[in-house]
């Protein structure tokens, strides 16, 4: 019956807007529903720089009713395609039931012997805000109860931000993936609110008062019904909150005080308890390098105050800590693997002292200070190392960690002495541990629960491949231990910001694992695990590094053995689909299928969506010539050709997509499906979700199984091709 209601909703959108079927030369099997075709082409022709772009479907940006109702109907298509999968249903059950078996904790900080964290225990759909404290453990915010409230629509926790005396946390909750979160601040011991809630307070609260009075958050400006939808994420201001009266603005672009700042530059205020002293930052959409001031602690509040520039962009700082009266600058400026700066707060940058020095083979990613020194994260290819730097000497010690993998996230107090790391690996759960530097040991702080997972039923390797220009591309490869080859194989690429794809437990990773399918992750370019020239060597005309090196990295699993053409598939998403689509079409043959997951596919019109102008800074402007020609390079849509036979490919959006709007997926789908190609081209949408971010375990669970599914399809294994002759349920 219900693929009964499925075929029917499909027609009727199909007949409503006048779509035409298309066929597939792999045909799933009699009485599967007919695909609806792509929308009519309403062709917008532009000449820039002297190259013609012409785009099909340019009028999709606006979301009419009838470009929803196709957008609906495809995911109605796609659905029931992967629940005719015989092998689906069940292998539903096994994820959930793998996923369920963890409980993950984020987010932990502890004040006054208080802690707080997100935590998602065990089968739980949601992370929920837990206190602990000499009273016992017990929810402050419970998102199974918000829910209820709501008509059982998903929320989600957006960030939390204890105040320095623990007496309070503040909260951003936000709907259906939307991450359009509202602030309100609880009581840490009774769970009251206390304040709120304030709206457009999406980017989260960057610091309390000492006292823990008043806090100081982001906040989006108020749009008018006639501002285009570019509007939505410039002239952000810095607002602070006594709790008792509304905000107040102190800085940004259209702030009465304070340092200029254009309407592109988010304002941030940051004070350490300790200090005498407050740090205002602004960033410059997604670029990494902040530009900082510092001010007396007095000032902080007041738009007349005293900031005094401590360094531009060019000073290459993207994070800073402070203790008393020191200031630690991590730089990448003349240390392309960074570099740790120390100075007195007051002083110009120039006199900065190196306190740890940048190393080829290592790369600095963070740093904490505590009561006893300071603490720097550093990594060797994926594999974390922890430093302390002593006050006193100077001297930098490296301190052994429980266990090769990757810290995921550090908490310090510069308050306390010690820190508390999470740390996680391939196979490996994450674990909370608390660093005691008296006794130089590491205490297991037992929150969580570790799983079904045996790391001992796998196979690391650490591999590099060959790229076209002779660079050799780090290569992660997990592996079912004892397994034939050559078996199925995914590979995940991102490639931009310099994120980096580390040693971290993913249970989606891990459940394709768990089916017995290998799982490489390919460190491409553009992404910073190898530090900042290995960014800016996946940047801007540089930027087809990013794909090629995916598509070195699939070249050489099949080189290995370990994988052949017809069982390699490739997974990414957001700005990873550039590198998803650009691969699939200079490489068609290579792939046996592409998971899509809400790509950036049309980068000449993706400064036009909402999201867009924060992303000029990494990616260019087609307002000028070079940037034009990187961004028509990247693009997925402009590249597609007829008569090509690309890949199966499962490309995924969410209606509620505030950083890549569902209408960029969507025009992707239609110019693949226009081309031709014989092969499946499938749009799953999630009418509940935004970027994934705030997903509940449900949707993230389903989104893994019908990959996985997908992938056994597309690679011939036996049971796994949608068969609409057996009752779907």
């Given amino acids: 019956m219900k693929r009964r209601a499925l075929a029917l909703l499909i027609a009727l959108c199909g007949s409503a807007i006048g779509l035409a079927a298309v066929s597939q030369a792999d045909p799933v099997a009699s009485g599967a529903p007919q695909q609806p075709g792509p929308l009519a082409p309403r062709p917008v022709t532009e000449t820039l720089f002297g190259q013609t772009v012409t785009d099909n479907y340019r009028y999709f940006e606006q979301l009419e009713p009838a470009t929803i109702a196709w957008m609906t109907a495809q995911g109605a298509y796609t659905r029931s395609l992967i629940d005719a999968i015989p092998g689906r249903a069940d292998l539903g059950k096994r994820v959930s039931a793998f996923t369920g078996s963890f409980g993950f904790i984020s987010d932990y900080a502890e004040f006054d012997g208080r802690a707080f964290y997100e935590e998602r225990a065990p089968g739980a759909d949601n992370y929920d805000l837990v206190v602990k404290d000499s009273k016992g453990t017990r929810k402050i915010v419970d998102i199974a109860a918000v829910m209820a409230a709501h008509g059982g629509k998903p929320f989600a926790i957006n960030y939390i931000a204890p105040s320095p005396d623990g007496s309070k946390v503040a909260v951003g909750l936000s709907q259906g993936g939307s991450e359009a979160a509202e602030l309100s601040v609880y009581d840490a011991a009774t769970g009251a609110v206390i304040a709120g809630p304030i709206d457009r307070a999406q980017f989260g609260v960057t610091s309390w008062a000492l006292n823990s009075e008043k806090l100081y958050f982001i906040r989006l400006k108020a749009l008018k019904p006639t501002d285009p939808g570019t509007e939505k994420f410039r002239d952000t201001s810095l607002q602070v909150w006594n709790l008792k009266s509304d905000p107040v603005t102190l800085y940004g672009s259209l702030a009465g005080g304070g340092p200029k700042l254009t309407p592109d530059e988010t304002p941030a205020l940051a004070i350490a308890p300790t200090t005498n002293f407050a740090v205002l930052i602004s960033r410059n959409g997604v670029q990494n390098e902040l530009k900082i001031w510092i001010a007396p602690l007095a000032d902080a509040d007041k738009q007349d105050g005293k900031w005094t520039l401590l360094g531009d962009r060019d000073a290459g700082i993207t994070s800073f800590d402070a203790h008393g009266s020191d200031l630690f600058l991590l730089s990448h ?8 700066l120390a100075l007195q707060a007051g002083q110009p940058l120039s006199t900065a002292k190196v306190l740890v ?18 603490y720097v994260l550093a990594r060797k290819g994926a594999y974390s190392e922890l430093l302390r730097v002593d006050p006193k000497t100077g001297k930098t010690a490296e301190i052994a960690l429980p266990t090769k993998g990757h810290v995921g996230s550090v908490f310090s107090d510069p308050r306390y002495a ?17 660093y005691d530097p008296k006794s130089g040991k590491f205490a297991d702080l037992h929150i969580g629960v570790h799983g079904d997972i045996d790391s001992a039923a796998f196979t690391i390797s650490d591999l590099d491949a060959k790229a076209r220009d002779g660079a050799m591309v780090p290569l992660s ?12 194989a995914v590979i995940e690429a991102y490639g931009s910001y310099g994120i980096s794809n580390l040693a971290d437990f993913s249970t989606r990773r ?3 694992m768990k089916e017995g399918i290998a799982y490489g992750i390919c460190h491409v370019r553009g992404g910073g695990e190898l530090g900042e020239s290995w960014r800016l060597g996946g940047k801007d005309a540089n930027k087809h590094n990013t794909w090629q090196d995916i598509i070195a990295c699939g ?3 099949v080189a290995r053995g370990i994988t052949t053409k017809g069982q390699l598939f490739i997974l990414g998403g957001s700005a990873g689909g550039i590198t998803m689509g650009r691969a699939l079409e200079e490489r068609p043959d290579l792939f046996a299928g592409v998971m899509d997951l809400v790509p950036s596919a049309n980068t000449l019109r993706a400064e036009f969506s909402p999201n867009g102008p924060d992303n000029i800074p990494e990616f260019g402007t087609v307002t000028n010539e070079q940037g034009f020609k990187n961004l028509y390079e990247m693009d997925s849509i402009v590249h597609v050709q007829k008569g090509v036979t690309y890949p199966a490919i499962m490309i995924s959006t969410g209606l509620n997509d505030p950083r890549v709007a569902p209408w960029i997926p969507a025009k992707f789908e239609a110019a693949l ?8 081209v499938l749009l799953r949408v999630d009418a509940q979700a935004g970027h994934g971010i705030g997903s509940t375990r449900s949707q993230t669970d389903a989104l893994a199984a019908d990959w996985i599914a997908f992938v056994k399809w597309r690679a011939g294994v036996a049971g796994w091709r949608p068969d609409f002759s057996r009752s779907v349920p």
Avoid: C, H, M
């Avoid at 020095?357 to 300071?374: H, K, S, T």
């Avoid at 499906?673 to 499946?680: D, H």
């Fill in 477 to 488: 490869l997990v592996q079912p231990k004892g397994a034939s080859v050559p078996q199925i």
């Fill in 357 to 374: 020095a940048a190393q080829p083979d290592r790369v600095i990613e963070g740093i904490n200070a505590a009561a006893d020194g300071l």
């Fill in 510 to 512: 891990a459940a394709f």
């Fill in 673 to 680: 499906l226009a081309s031709g190609t014989p092969n499946p």
């Fill in 333 to 340: 400026k003349n240390a392309p693997t960074f570099q740790v």
């Fill in 418 to 434: 010690g820190v508390t790391p999470e740390l996680s690996s391939w196979v490996l759960a994450p674990t909370l541990y608390r």
């Fill in 555 to 557: 070249d050489d699993l």
